[in-house]
């Protein structure tokens, strides 16, 4: 009976509780998350960049 329970209990919290956004919301949210991931991206990228440039000089340095 715990689980019927605890189903049930989830249920009613998920359909009458959670505030769900609007598809605008939904929307706006989910462009700010691909604009932050390929900003992150891109600061990735340029340091790898760097330290790979860096790195190959320092190794010419001494070979």
């Known amino acids: 009976m715990k689980v019927k ?5 989830v249920y009613n919290e998920l359909v009458n509780k959670v505030t769900w956004p609007t598809w605008s919301e939904l929307q706006s949210s989910a462009t700010i998350v691909m604009i932050a991931s ?3 991206a891109l600061c990735i990228f340029a340091m790898d960049f760097s330290f790979r440039h860096i790195v190959t000089g320092i ?3 001494f070979y």
Do not use: A, E, H
């Open 5 to 9: 329970t605890y189903i049930s209990d």
């Open 38 to 40: 390929v900003i992150i």
């Open 59 to 61: 190794y010419n340095l």
